[in-house]
């Protein structure tokens, strides 16, 4: 009995935050609004196509702007709130289990209505909306200024596409040297 607590699986439920946004996102019209430029939002750059949209969605860049600010969470909390950071698997494991099937709903919701081109069916979103969960589930101990803003464009019926510039290792400061791509 000792060690019974050390073997038992940590479960977690999901924030009210992060539930809020999995539920407004499952009733926004993904994409409805792809294509369409909308004024005054610093630190972004708009493509003008699905194909350029799909272009910086497969680029170098863009895995590792979300790779760095994913990163950027989780150094924080491993230095500044390591009680809060020992649950990070276990609500990455929560999160998962939700986003995987609602953007797979969703994409296909949108190429059906015509939001999106039948090559979204092959696109894998779900880690930047997987990094927008994160980020809500510690939002009491970290700010994301990425994820803050990722969440706005999908909740606004846009696709978040892509990083243009350069990608801090630390990813502070980032959007003093780069943009975030939306469609």
């Given amino acids: 009995m000792l060690f019974k607590n050390i073997f038992e699986k940590k479960t977690h439920s999901l924030s009210p935050r992060t539930n809020e946004f999995l539920e407004k996102l499952n009733e926004t019209n993904w994409y409805l609004c792809a294509g369409q430029a909308m004024d005054n939002i610093d630190a972004t750059v708009f493509a ?33 709130h390591r009680a809060e950071y020992e649950y990070w698997n276990e609500k990455i494991r929560a999160v998962k289990a939700k986003v995987i099937p609602l953007s797979e709903r969703k994409i296909k919701e949108a190429v059906k209505l015509g939001y999106a081109p039948s090559t979204m069916l092959k ?23 990425y994820y803050e803003k990722v969440r706005h464009f999908y909740l606004s019926g846009h696709f978040v596409c892509g990083w243009k510039g350069d990608v801090p290792e630390n990813f502070e400061n980032a959007f003093s040297v780069g943009k975030l791509v939306v469609y």
């Fill in 48 to 80: 003008t196509s699905w194909s350029e949209a799909l272009t910086y969605y497969r680029s170098e860049s863009f895995d590792l702007a979300s790779l760095e600010s994913l990163n950027e969470i989780s150094l924080f909390l491993h230095q500044k």
């Fill in 123 to 145: 696109v894998p979103v779900w880690s930047e909306l997987m990094g927008c969960c994160i980020a809500l589930e510690y939002a009491e101990f970290f700010h994301s200024e």
